[in-house]
């Protein structure tokens, strides 16, 4: 460490009554760095989707002129938009004194769909440009001419002002919305994919739903779907996002994988010298049954400190008011696995448990970020989760001040992508299909967990051919149990 002896400029006034300090760099983003790092090790995470809790978010652009007919069309689309919790926003949601052009960049940029009005007045107004990744264009005016290589939405061959139901219309095309969202985006993730395929990494697919509303997670009605690390930095740098997010998930799906590459992510931009916040990981299993004992945030964030520690026995760890500055500065506090600590406390205590690691974010706070992943099946209903998390209303904290994801299982193609990258020496098409044909065995490879613990014991049986179809099939299960066991799978899901 360096330091440098500065003082005032007041060079007229007497000794006494100047001011000298020390000026140096600041070490304490240094120091919880050398902490985090060990921390962070763990399993490879392989890309996972996640299911955003929270609206789905969609751009409507029309012309101005063509207001009048706009409006009515979304006025029919509205009551289907909030039974499916689907937001819309145009350029009349733009508030006085806010840039226009910055506003709907920012709305291009973070929706998950667009929708186009198309019109003449929508041509002459050169917004065809105006549109995210994915977009439904929809005829509200015929233009008198097709779009090359872009199909436009019509009801009956007819545009909006010319079809016979208007209500048809829009029901028939809220049902293309539907679809268009179910899709994958098939962009950048999948170019970067294919330039980097030596890294194991496998995405997965998430969609948001509200804490407000207890929404029951129905895998194949998902329409709102994200890479999860993708939706953690766009909360994260989004400054109007909510300042605390939950990382929901079941047993084995990655929540504590992907809460460590968050962070480990983020620590590595700043060694690169990105202006990135620093991530603060903190294991709730170093609390666990300590819990009973009420304490506070400064005796939570302690104990996991001096349980976490890796830096040797001649290094001691930072203190819970270094932390504390850390985020007043902007970092993200991840407290991981509020589960673990739940499931010793009765109801009453575990609301008060929570909300002293609320206090990391005090009230107001403009900087600074919380977010707490737990077991959805802990919880014994939706209800009594969101509820959870909301403070049961009773304190600031509610549903609007929140984000929450929910990690999702494995598919067909992203199971045969992590056998394919865990297994390089292995056919994985064989490997594949004989999980397939296992008892029990396609769902366990659903779950990040035990897909992981079938891969091992493929290599411990030295592959397909040294354990035999037969005796391989009659290993897993068993292997598979007892590392599941190991794993905490065992322990009841919900409270007792």
């Not at 209500?167 to 330039?195: M, V």
């Not at 056919?427 to 044909?437: C, G, R």
């Amino acid at each position: 460490m360096s330091l440098k002896l500065s003082g005032d400029r007041k060079t007229h006034t007497r000794v006494k009554d100047r001011l000298v300090w020390f000026e140096g760099d600041d070490m304490l983003a240094e120091a919880a760095e050398k902490w985090q790092q060990p921390n962070l090790v763990g399993p490879l995470r392989f890309q996972q989707d996640a299911m955003k809790l929270g609206p789905i978010k969609v751009y409507v652009v029309y012309a101005e002129a063509d207001s009048n007919d706009a409006e009515r069309l979304l006025g029919l689309l509205r009551p289907w938009f909030q039974i499916s919790n689907i937001e819309i926003w145009s350029h009349k949601d733009i508030l006085p004194g806010q840039n226009r052009e910055k506003e709907k960049q920012k709305q291009r940029e973070n929706c998950d769909l667009t929708i186009q009005l198309i019109s003449p007045e929508f041509e002459a107004a050169g917004l065809s440009t105006e549109r995210g990744a994915r977009f439904v264009p929809v005829s509200l005016h015929e233009v008198g001419h097709e779009f090359e290589d872009v199909e436009i939405f019509r009801h009956g061959s007819r545009a909006f002002d010319e079809t016979r139901s208007r209500r048809a219309f829009a029901h028939s095309l809220f049902q293309k919305i539907e679809a268009a969202l179910r899709q994958r985006d098939e962009g950048l993730e999948d170019l970067q994919r294919l330039a980097h395929q030596s890294e194991k990494v496998v995405d997965r697919l998430a969609a948001p739903v509200s804490l407000l509303r207890d929404v029951v997670v129905e895998q194949e009605r998902l329409t709102n779907r994200c890479d999860a690390i993708t939706f953690l930095d766009e909360w994260l740098f989004d400054a109007k996002a909510p300042v605390f997010c939950a990382l929901l998930g079941e047993l084995g799906m990655g929540k504590t994988t992907t809460a460590k590459e968050f962070a480990r992510r983020l620590w590595e931009r700043r060694g690169k010298g990105e202006q990135v916040p620093a991530a603060i990981y903190l294991d709730l299993r170093s609390v666990g049954d300590a819990a009973v004992k009420d304490p506070d945030l400064d005796e939570i964030v302690e104990r996991i400190l001096k349980r976490d520690w890796k830096g040797g026995p001649r290094t001691v760890p930072p203190q819970p008011r270094e932390i504390y500055s850390l985020v007043e500065q902007g970092a993200v506090a991840i407290f991981d696995g509020l589960d673990e600590v739940l499931v010793h406390l009765t109801p009453t205590q575990g609301q008060a448990f929570t909300r002293q690691l609320f206090r990391i974010l005090p009230a107001g706070s403009k900087r600074g970020r919380l977010l707490i992943t737990c077991r959805t099946h802990y919880f014994r209903t939706v209800q009594e989760q969101s509820a959870h998390f909301r403070m049961e209303d009773r304190d600031e904290v509610s549903a609007e001040h929140y984000r929450a994801l929910v990690l999702l299982p494995f598919e067909e193609e992203q199971i045969r992508t992590y056998l394919k990258n865990s297994l390089p020496e292995q056919d994985a098409d064989q490997v594949y299909e004989f999980l397939q044909s296992v008892h029990n065995l396609p769902e366990l490879a659903e779950r990040p967990l035990t897909l992981n613990l079938i891969t091992r014991q493929v290599k411990t049986a030295g592959g397909m051919e040294g354990a035999g179809r037969d005796g391989y099939g009659a290993d897993a299960l068993p292997v598979c149990s007892g590392g599941m066991a190991a794993a905490g799978w065992g322990e009841a899901s919900v409270q007792s």
